[in-house]
Structure formats: structure tokens, C-alpha cells
């Protein structure tokens, strides 16, 4: 049992160990990449848009019909960023405008993001290529309308 302990207590330094060996830069860097992303959509600026996202970017969300059948909407960094262009979220008044950021993990050069905004929640996976944090993928989902 005392060896059992010992082998879990390890495991978990181990892992510990692994986590802390992300640079403070390396957690600036995906933060910034996060808030290129939501700000730039908030400013309509599609340069910050772009800067944040892959080129290979897949956004994806799941819509539900009446019927309970599922299907899979998908968005390319081209059509988000276009989308951005013609002014994103810029109608979306500045208190409303939520941009929470919480990097959930990192490991080597992968990175998972929670991003929660004025009405929907991102999931975004971040890479580091080339040097640079960039989103390659995004699942998100709509939050539920408040009720009047």
C-alpha cells in the first residue's frame, strides 16, 4: 500500500514537474493570441484576426434540430476573417463585450483555451508553429438567451 502511494505521489510531481516547464513568455504569448482573436473581433479588426488564427483553422460548432438530429457547422480562418473585415462584433457595446481567458493546459507545443464571450463560449486549440502561438481549431457553443 506504502509503495502504491509512493508510485501515485510520483506520478504526480512528475506531472507537475512537466506543467511548470511552460515558459511564463509561452503563456503570455497563447494569452495574446486568445485576446487577438476575441478583440479583434469586438474592433472588426481583421489584421488581429488574422494574426491569431491558422490558416488550416477549422471553427466548428453542433446545431440540434427540433427533430434531435445534430449537424456540424464549420467556418474557415478565410470566412472568419472576412467576416471580421466587415465588422465582427463592433455592435457589440463595449460593456458587453466579454473576453475571459483561461488557458486550461499546455504541453510542449499544444495548448487548450477557454475563451467565454458576451454570448457564446470558444474551445480553442493552440499550436505553436514557426515560433508563433496561432489557433488551429475552435468548438464553441452558443449560450442560452436570457429570459425576459
Same mark, same amino acid.
Given at each position: 500500500?506504502? +509503495?502504491?502511494?509512493?508510485? @501515485?505521489?510520483?506520478?504526480?510531481?512528475?506531472?507537475?514537474?512537466?506543467?511548470?516547464?511552460?515558459?511564463?513568455?509561452?503563456?503570455?504569448?497563447?494569452?495574446? %493570441?486568445?485576446?487577438? =482573436?476575441?478583440?479583434?473581433?469586438?474592433?472588426?479588426?481583421?489584421?488581429?484576426?488574422?494574426?491569431?488564427?491558422?490558416?488550416?483553422?477549422?471553427?466548428?460548432?453542433?446545431? %440540434?434540430?427540433? /427533430?434531435?438530429?445534430?449537424?456540424?457547422?464549420?467556418?474557415?480562418?478565410?470566412?472568419?476573417?472576412? =467576416?471580421?473585415?466587415?465588422?465582427?462584433? /463592433?455592435? %457589440?457595446?463595449?460593456? /458587453?463585450?466579454? +473576453?475571459?481567458?483561461?488557458?486550461?493546459?499546455?504541453?510542449?507545443?499544444?495548448?487548450? @483555451? #477557454?475563451?467565454?464571450?458576451?454570448?457564446?463560449?470558444?474551445?480553442?486549440?493552440?499550436? +505553436?508553429?514557426?515560433?508563433?502561438? @496561432?489557433?488551429?481549431?475552435?468548438?464553441?457553443?452558443?449560450?442560452? /438567451?436570457? #429570459? %425576459?
Amino acid at each position: 500500500m506504502r +509503495k502504491t502511494v509512493l508510485t @501515485v505521489l510520483g506520478i504526480f510531481l512528475f506531472v507537475g514537474g512537466v506543467h511548470a516547464q511552460v515558459s511564463d513568455a509561452d503563456r503570455e504569448a497563447i494569452k495574446a %493570441t486568445a485576446l487577438d =482573436y476575441i478583440e479583434g473581433w469586438y474592433e472588426g479588426n481583421a489584421d488581429r484576426m488574422e494574426r491569431a488564427l491558422s490558416p488550416d483553422l477549422a471553427k466548428r460548432i453542433v446545431r %440540434t434540430n427540433d /427533430k434531435g438530429q445534430s449537424t456540424l457547422q464549420q467556418m474557415s480562418a478565410m470566412t472568419l476573417v472576412q =467576416y471580421t473585415r466587415q465588422g465582427g462584433g /463592433k455592435n %457589440t457595446p463595449k460593456e /458587453k463585450q466579454q +473576453k475571459d481567458v483561461t488557458i486550461l493546459d499546455v504541453y510542449e507545443n499544444a495548448a487548450s @483555451v #477557454k475563451v467565454v464571450a458576451s454570448d457564446w463560449i470558444d474551445y480553442l486549440q493552440v499550436a +505553436k508553429f514557426n515560433g508563433r502561438w @496561432v489557433i488551429v481549431n475552435v468548438l464553441w457553443e452558443l449560450k442560452p /438567451k436570457p #429570459k %425576459t
